[in-house]
Structures are given as structure tokens and as C-alpha cells.
């Protein structure tokens, strides 16, 4: 089955205490990136990665990390939470560029105190 | 940027009705998607869309990119139809722009 797999769906951790969230697709996708959702804010994109170790800055990048070392996975790193950075992460991937679809994993949801 | 703008915000529907949702764009349309966002905050894909019309089941949808809009229709709402539709445009790097949504709540 075609999919996107977060990791963790729900995390509740304490402000400066590192995180990763893990994310992997098996659709051999070679755009993947990250969103986080708020209320009132919407979707916005924090990273993308066009192909294994290629990576951007979306529209909220600061205070988050990624990497690309392989093609299926694309983790995002909280360095040091904060508040601020509670929220509903997704991952999606694509077929990327200007043709095609995008899938969304289930969502993580993260609280930080 | 491009805006995008959806209608309406809020629609409460009695199990059975029909309705159609609107999104607008301010500028071409690339790829349009429509997304559901179920009760438990997972993001379901709906249609891939650029133009033209589709259907799957009781839920079809069509894109006029011309006049920079899509259209999704609900037919035989139920309950599990609930939560936000949302439309989005990619407009390049996997960076889709999302509308604000409409909040869908369906009673039976």
C-alpha cells in the first residue's frame, strides 16, 4: 500500500529537549518536505528536499532541521523546543515540481511544555 | 503570493442533502488538489485536479483553471463526510498553498 509514515502520531515533550520526528514513503517519491498546521495559520511548508541530500527552507524553517540521506526517508529535527513549536507536523512527498500529486502522512501532533 | 480563497467557512448539512464548495485563486492554477481533514486531524487526498472534472462516488470536482476556480461537490452527505475541505495549489518545490478550509459538519 501506498503510504507516508509518521513517527510519532502524538508526543508531548518539555522545551529544550531534543526530538526527531520520523517520516517515510514507499512511493519511491523524490520531492518530500514538512508542514506544520495552526490555528488560524493554516498549513505552511518548513522544509522540502528535492532528491537525497538536496534540502530547502520553506516559509517557517526556523528553529527546525532535516536530512536526506536516502530517498524514502526525511526526518525533522527540533533541536530545542520550544512553545512555540507545538503544533500538527505532516509529512508529505510528490512526484514534485509542477506535475503532480501530493501525499500527506497522518500527522504528528507535538505539545511542548 | 497567490491568495486563495474558499466558501463558505462553515456549512452544517442534514445527512442526505448535497452541497458544493468553492475555491477561488488570484492567480493560475497549477496543480489543484482537494483535501479532506477528518475529525482526527488526518489529511485525506480527494481529487489531483489541474482541470476538468472527476468523480469518485458521491464526491466529484471540477477545475476551470481559466477563470481560476474548482468546485467540489458532495452528494448524499453522511455523517463521516464531517471535517474541513481544504483545496490547494502547488506552486512548485512540493509547496502547496492552502485555502482556509470549510468546515463541514454533517448531522444525521
Known amino acids: 500500500e501506498a503510504q507516508v509514515t509518521q513517527n510519532p502520531r502524538y508526543l508531548i515533550t518539555v522545551t529544550g529537549k531534543k526530538l526527531t520526528v520520523t517520516c517515510s514513503q514507499n512511493?519511491?517519491?523524490?520531492?518530500m518536505s514538512w508542514y506544520r498546521q495552526d490555528p488560524g495559520l493554516g498549513l505552511r511548508q518548513i522544509y522540502y528536499?528535492?532528491?537525497?541530500?538536496?534540502?530547502d527552507k520553506g516559509d517557517v524553517p526556523e528553529g527546525y532541521k532535516v536530512s536526506r540521506k536516502e530517498k524514502r526517508n526525511f526526518p525533522l529535527i527540533l533541536e530545542s523546543p520550544s512553545p512555540n513549536q507545538t503544533s500538527l507536523y505532516f509529512c508529505?512527498?510528490?512526484?514534485?515540481?509542477?506535475?503532480?500529486?501530493?501525499?500527506f502522512g497522518e500527522g504528528s501532533r507535538l505539545t511542548v511544555l | 503570493g497567490i491568495q486563495v480563497e474558499q466558501s463558505p467557512p462553515d456549512l452544517i448539512l442534514q445527512e442526505g442533502a448535497n452541497s458544493t464548495l468553492r475555491c477561488n485563486f488570484s492567480d493560475s492554477v497549477n496543480n489543484l488538489q482537494w483535501f479532506h481533514q477528518n475529525p482526527w486531524g488526518q489529511l485525506i487526498n480527494l481529487f489531483y485536479?489541474?482541470?476538468g472534472t472527476k468523480q469518485n462516488g458521491r464526491l466529484s470536482a471540477t477545475t476551470v483553471a481559466t477563470e481560476r476556480y474548482s468546485l467540489l461537490y458532495i452528494s448524499s452527505s453522511q455523517t463521516t463526510d464531517s471535517g474541513v475541505y481544504f483545496c490547494a495549489d502547488d506552486r512548485g518545490y512540493n509547496k502547496l498553498i492552502f485555502g482556509a478550509g470549510t468546515r463541514l459538519a454533517v448531522h444525521p
Open positions: 528536499s528535492m532528491n537525497v541530500e538536496v534540502t
Open positions: 508529505a512527498s510528490g512526484t514534485g515540481g509542477h506535475t503532480g500529486e501530493l501525499f
Open positions: 512511493m519511491n517519491h523524490e520531492y
Open positions: 485536479i489541474p482541470s
